[in-house]
Nanobody, 119 residues
Framework: QVQLVESGGGLVQPGGSLRLSCAAS????????MGWYRQAPEKERELVAT???????NYRESVKGRFTISRDNTKKSVLLQMNRLETEETEVYYC?????????????WGQGTLVTVSS
């Protein structure tokens, strides 16, 4: 099993910055993907950014140039630096980890942390 502990959500003004962090523990494969998804009420969960264990990052188009994802393989943690936040990005942000094994993958989710962008 894998446990994901998130921190860093909260209230920020439009145009402001916030940093989310997520630490993973448990059985983690040598190859994995970690990242963040977000979900607004009555909407589907959507990818924000992910990064692989070898450092390949992937971003949602709308956050490119504003958000930066990074990882620490030793600590099995991932950070999401969010700059120039917009009110429409008020959502619950979920940490995600996918263990990549030879023949299969397993997905794990954190409990979510609320990001509120409001003046």
């Amino acid at each position: 099993q894998v446990q994901l502990v998130e921190s860093g959500g909260g209230l920020v003004q439009p145009g402001g910055s916030l940093r989310l962090s997520c630490a993973a523990s448990g059985i983690i494969a040598s190859r994995y993907v970690m990242g963040w998804y977000r979900q607004a009420p009555e909407k589907e969960r959507e990818l924000v950014a992910t990064i692989t264990s070898v450092g390949i990052a992937n971003y949602r188009e709308s956050v490119k140039g504003r958000f930066t994802i990074s990882r620490d393989n030793t600590k099995k943690s991932v950070l999401l630096q969010m700059n120039r936040l917009e009110t429409e990005e008020t959502e619950v942000y979920y940490c995600y980890l996918q263990n990549v094994w030879t023949w299969t993958t397993f997905d794990f989710w954190g409990q979510g942390t609320l990001v509120t962008v409001s003046s």
